[in-house]
């Protein structure tokens, strides 16, 4: 009889709870590997924290999260440095530090985990900047000196830099333009493929979820309703009609069926 094999993140019962006010209220969650799992919802819904909970950033009011079958709250230290290694990580807006040149940057992760020498490093991140599609150019440059576009690659370049195999991104499109957001989701599918990564995704756009998604979870009530984007369109809840069959939806397949 063939293994279930184990979920790369698990999450069960999930609470957050702020100022009394209830964000996630028994939420769960299973993202299986070298999946791209999209996670929607509207606003206030806890997408972020849901994210910033499964990296151990924030500490649940109660629930149990798991990454690759260890309770993230009861890891050690040296357990903790070992799962943050196999985790690449972008944030909404690139985070990347504007007093640091990109290829510093993306330097940053090796520097914390890896004894590479300074020619190694330099080697290391134009590696990483030439695999999400940045020319040598970029590297010497500041954050400040690039397009909106090439802060989310570099980004990327930097969560990619400890050659995770699970990457967490946060709106990875937001502010982009259709080409650039296109462009985006085309790199995110091809690296996806090259180096098996299991993908998180917060993302609202529409766009990117019919192009790159193979499951997707929607936050409602505290909760997340999740299975394919055929499966949760079905749900009669409002805000899933709404935002699954409503004008931009429509114009989105019509988009991808052409």
């Known amino acids: 009889m063939p293994t279930i094999a184990e979920p790369v993140i698990r999450v069960r019962d999930l609470v957050n709870r702020f100022a009394g006010q209830i964000v996630h209220d028994g939420l769960a969650m299973d993202v299986s590997a070298r999946e791209i799992f999209g996670v929607v919802g509207g606003s206030g819904t ?5 994210l910033r909970t499964i990296l151990g950033l924030q500490t649940p009011t109660a629930g149990r999260v798991e990454l690759y079958g260890r309770e993230v709250g009861a890891l050690s230290r040296a357990e903790r440095a070992e799962i943050v290694q196999r985790v690449g990580v972008t944030f909404q807006n690139g985070a ?21 020498r300074p020619a190694a490093l330099d080697e290391q991140s134009r590696l990483c900047l030439a695999m999400v599609g940045l020319p040598n150019g970029a590297a010497d ?63 609202h756009d529409l766009d990117t979820l019919f192009r790159t998604c193979s499951r997707i979870g929607v ?40």
């Open 46 to 50: 806890g997408k972020s924290v849901l």
């Open 96 to 116: 990347l530090i504007g007093s640091l040149t990109v290829a510093e940057n993306v330097q940053l992760p090796l520097r914390e985990y890896r004894r590479l």
């Open 141 to 203: 440059k500041y954050p400040s000196q690039l397009s909106g576009g090439m802060v989310k690659r570099a980004a990327l370049a930097r969560a990619l830099a400890l050659e995770p195999t699970l990457l967490c991104l946060d709106e990875p499109t937001a502010g982009l333009d259709p080409i650039s957001a296109a462009g985006f989701d085309e790199l995110l599918l091809y690296l996806h493929s090259q180096l098996d990564l299991t993908v998180v995704m917060i993302t």
């Open 219 to 258: 936050i409602l009530d505290g909760r997340m309703s999740s299975g394919t984007l055929e499966q949760v369109a079905e749900d009669p809840h409002p805000w899933i009609q709404a935002y699954f069959h409503g004008p931009r939806a429509r114009a989105t397949r019509r988009g991808s069926d052409g």
